[in-house]
């Protein structure tokens, strides 16, 4: 009999259909997040799960799935997966690193690009018929993005594939990381190590490319932005949770800081309701990796992972 493998959300049919050729599948094709009882009770007679960064499996879930064998996150972070809990129940765990990388980059400077040119403002000023006049020498005033100074909290590989677009502008790439980067990679990002309070003073662009976990919890919170510029703009589009959303609200509020750009927030899909009355903000729903070619990528990851230990192989992606 073939083994049962979950598939918790809506993916694309070729892979369902991939993985049905191995597995017996039950898959979620409605795409509605399931409550924690309801995911317990699809995971029973489950070896397998194919997840999302919304399904949350603590104790209480793995402790009603013992048949599980390996948990397979369509993600890089796995903070949603208690992995300690799962190396003590033998339940491998992966996830999808390296193949978002460009993809998730591209997100985080498309929402720097659109905060610091202003661009949802202008696009929504045109759409409401307010351009009457056709050029005006002070519409939409913004910051050049040229020669300023670029800080990343996070340097990982998202962080340097940050690094690297900015050359195309000039610019001065500072960073903070856990561990410094090997010279020659410093190099070859023309990026320089400094402390964190060091970054956050003078960077004109603070992007944040860190993993979640209760150490970064809000590790940006009202005593980091205010150790920034008036004219900075900050980016998150790491994880929610990194940035304390209501201190960046209210710096956001007072023009404490110039704007920021936001693909992810604490509690998601709810999210702080003053977000949306500022306009010094660009938000977008958690897409930083939503493109088709990557998002097909990392599904076909997940699902080589998953088949990889259910026969009794290493998978390409552990995280334990």
């Not at 999302?52 to 993600?75: H, Q, Y």
């Not at 940035?243 to 509690?267: C, N």
Request: positive net charge.
């Amino acid at each position: 009999m073939k083994q049962k493998v979950l598939i918790t959300r809506q993916i694309f049919p070729e892979i369902v259909a991939e993985v049905g050729n191995r597995f017996e599948v039950e898959h979620n094709d409605q795409d509605t997040p399931w409550p924690p009882e309801e995911l317990a009770r699809r995971l029973a007679g489950k070896a397998g799960a194919m997840t999302t960064v919304m399904d949350k499996f603590d104790e209480p879930i793995l402790a009603r799935s013992p048949g599980l064998k390996v948990i397979a996150n369509i993600a890089v972070g796995y903070n949603n997966i208690d992995v300690p809990a799962c190396t003590k129940r033998g339940i491998r765990v992966t996830n999808t690193p390296g193949v978002l990388d460009d993809t998730t980059a591209d997100l985080a400077w498309s929402l720097l690009m659109a905060v610091a040119r202003r661009i949802a403002e202008a696009d929504a000023y045109v759409r409401r018929g307010d351009w009457k006049i056709a050029f005006g020498v002070q519409y939409f005033l913004g910051q050049d993005i040229h020669h300023a100074t670029l800080g990343i909290i996070g340097m990982g590989r998202i962080g340097q594939a940050i690094a690297r677009r900015a050359a195309g502008f000039d610019m001065r790439v500072i960073y903070n990381n856990r561990s410094r980067l090997a010279e020659s990679e410093e190099k070859r990002l023309n990026a320089t190590w400094v402390e964190r309070d060091r970054l956050l003073a003078e960077a004109d662009f603070v992007v944040v490319m860190a993993p979640y976990s209760p150490a970064t919890h809000h590790l940006i919170g009202a005593a980091e932005i205010a150790k920034m510029k008036p004219t900075a703009i900050l980016v998150n589009s790491a994880r929610g949770g990194i940035v304390d959303d209501a201190a960046l609200v209210e710096a956001l509020k007072a023009k404490r800081i110039a704007g920021a750009g936001l693909d992810v927030f604490e509690g998601e899909p709810k999210l702080n309701p003053d977000y949306a009355k500022l306009t010094n903000v660009v938000l977008t729903p958690h897409i930083g990796s939503a493109s088709r070619a990557t998002r097909m990528t990392m599904c076909r990851t997940a699902a080589a992972n998953m088949t990889a230990v259910l026969e009794g192989r290493d998978p390409r992606n552990p995280v334990n």
